[in-house]
């Protein structure tokens, strides 16, 4: 067609390594593969997530509305209740990225995009997955919640946005989650929500280091310091992830207000102890 014939040069490969391994290397696979991978299969067995996912998220909108954050009776709960209804609420709220991401990946894989038959006969399609749906519920870090999240706009973002700008490495991350909230729109709950993540993942990091000698030393207290990390992110993303959802900025800071800014307290605090005590050796790449 003439749009994929207008597309071709941009998609073409180039001697530059960032470019052979860019997202569009395997769209530029697709256009020119000359055999057909017979995935329709493949693809059904993929969606059939979507049978779980999608009846939670149709449950939720009747049993848990989050549409009720924002009325004045729920602000006037107690911090418990707030906190259970959001963790309840915004989990199966998940479910609709969790489908959709589902349905659209084994769409690619039924139009052979981003598949690859191995040798042994199987059908590789990394390449196309945008959701670890598992490790976004386990991991106990954010950092790496954040990475099993929307995967292949993460690769794209990485290779045109993070690798390409002059900007020092300590600041890029903040400016690669600007971008996203741009990409959003110009509401305030988008960028609340998107600068929201790296003081969380920077205060992690700060704890960790912190507490990471401790923990070598004591096996318990490193099994405690994950289950609370966890329950902590979960409480985090709950907060952050609410601006996201209701955007207007008077009705995000009176929510924020009613759960006595908990996270902007917790970074605060760790900011000042981080920069209060000695950090500790950084763990051995080799070993991490």
């Not at 993070?162 to 600041?171: H, M, N, V």
């Not at 969380?200 to 990091?205: A, D, E, H, R, V």
């Not at 709950?238 to 800014?261: D, E, G, H, K, R």
């Amino acid at each position: 067609s003439t749009s994929s014939r207008r597309c071709r040069p941009l998609l073409a490969p180039s001697p530059s390594r960032r470019a052979t391994s860019s997202p569009t290397r395997t769209y530029y696979n697709m256009l020119h593969s000359k055999t057909l991978i017979r995935s329709s299969k493949l693809a059904l067995w993929h969606m059939r997530w979507m049978l779980v996912l999608l009846p939670i998220h149709i449950a939720q909108n009747a049993l848990i509305p989050l549409d009720y954050v924002m009325e004045p009776e729920f602000v006037e709960r107690s911090f418990l209740y707030k906190y259970l209804y959001m963790f309840a609420g915004f989990w199966t709220f998940k479910c609709k990225f969790y489908g959709g991401w589902v349905m659209a990946e084994g769409i690619c894989i039924a139009c052979n995009l981003g598949t690859e038959e191995k040798e042994d006969g199987s059908v590789d399609y990394s390449s196309i997955v945008n959701i670890d749906i598992y490790n976004t519920e386990i991991q106990w870090e954010l950092a790496n919640c954040v990475r099993a999240w929307n995967k292949s706009v993460q690769r794209w973002m990485k290779c045109y946005v993070y690798d390409t700008t002059t900007l020092p490495k300590s600041i890029r991350t903040d400016f690669v989650f600007g971008i996203s909230a741009f990409w959003h729109g110009v509401r305030p709950g988008y960028y609340l929500t998107f600068f929201s993540a790296p003081p969380m993942m920077k205060l992690q990091q700060k704890v960790g280091n912190l507490s990471r000698s401790y923990r070598t030393a004591h096996p318990k207290a490193e099994m405690v310091y994950r289950v609370v990390n966890w329950w902590f992110v979960r409480l985090m993303s709950c907060m952050f992830f609410l601006p996201f959802y209701i955007l207007n900025l008077n009705t995000i800071l009176n929510v924020w207000s009613s759960m006595y800014w908990v996270p902007w307290i917790a970074i605060s605090v760790v900011i000042v102890l981080s920069i209060a005590l000695p950090t500790g050796p950084r763990p051995d790449k080799k070993s991490s």
